[in-house]
Structure formats: C-alpha cells, structure tokens
C-alpha cells in the first residue's frame, strides 16, 4: 500500500497520498501493539511516516508544528532506534534522511515566526501594547483619585476594554515567543 500512496504522490493526488500514509501508520500502530508483525515492520513505520511528513509539508497539507510532532519526530525515534540496534547503512540513511527533514521543518518554523516578530505589523502590535499598558496605568490612577463607588459606568466599560485588549496582545507576544523556543 506504501507503494500505491508513493504512485498517488507521483501523479499528483497529494492528499490521497499523504491520507493513504496515515491509514498504513495506522494498520503499522496496531500490529506493532499486538505483536504481530515481521521486523521489517519498524523500517517500514519510518518510512510511511517520513513520507508522510514531507509530502504534507512539500504539499501544505498540515501545519508544520503537527507534521513535526506526528511523523517526522517518530520517523526519526524510530530509524534512531533501528540504527542503535544494527548500526546498518541502510539504518543510517534513514537516521539521515529523518534528521535532515526535522532539521528543514525546523528551519522553517523558526524563520516563519522570527520573520513575522521582525515585521512591521508586530512592531505596531507591540508598540499599541506599550500604548495600552501606559492608558491602563493611567486609568488605575485616575480611578484611585476617584474611588470605584464614582467611576462611571462607561469608565469601567473602558478600563475593562482596555484590560481585555491587553491580555490578548499579552497571550499573542507570548505565543510567538514560545513559538522560537
């Protein structure tokens, strides 16, 4: 089946190709669990699933975050895992190969994301950030002067506005920031 889902890729019918490498990971999952399976099972494993993290990346099927998680990191578990057990060529090429795909995702996710803290949007974002923490602090102030009892209801409206923007802005700049590790 990895054959026809190779013969799907080559033609042009990426999707089936990539879907067609998850039913087989799948099928692999299962024999594997219940221990019914040849050795070449393993092999096969990172194969399926390296194939499957490059065509959905070359191809835009999934986010590179999920491929990264879900095939090439397993991919490359596994093929390490056959290496330290055979020390064979063709184990090392797989380690290889594996390595070198999570090596490229990675690249990717990371220039994706410092590109996008470079921009000028996000230095906008960050600069309204800075410009919403200043009026926060200035409406706390202003409301210590006057006391809760006398703010008026659309001064709380606009404080709590202002503190809702904030902690969007403030989970976003987080995110990117854990996004580059």
Known sequence: RLEEAK???????YRVAVHGTKLIAAELEKN???????????????ENLLLC?????????????????????????VCHKLWEERKSDMDARCLSASCLALAQNATSLFETVFSRIRSREWGAKISFLEDQKTLSRELESELKKVGKKNESNADRAHRIKVTRTINQLEEEKQNQENELG
């Not at 999934?62 to 879900?70: G, I, L, N, R, T």
């Open 32 to 46: 594997i669990l219940n221990d019914n399976f040849e050795y070449n099972a393993y092999e096969l494993k990172a």
């Open 53 to 77: 993290g490059v065509w959905s990346l070359r191809h835009k099927i999934e986010s590179a975050k999920c491929v990264q998680e879900s095939y090439l990191m397993p991919a490359a578990e």
């Open 7 to 13: 013969l799907m890729e080559c033609r042009g019918h």
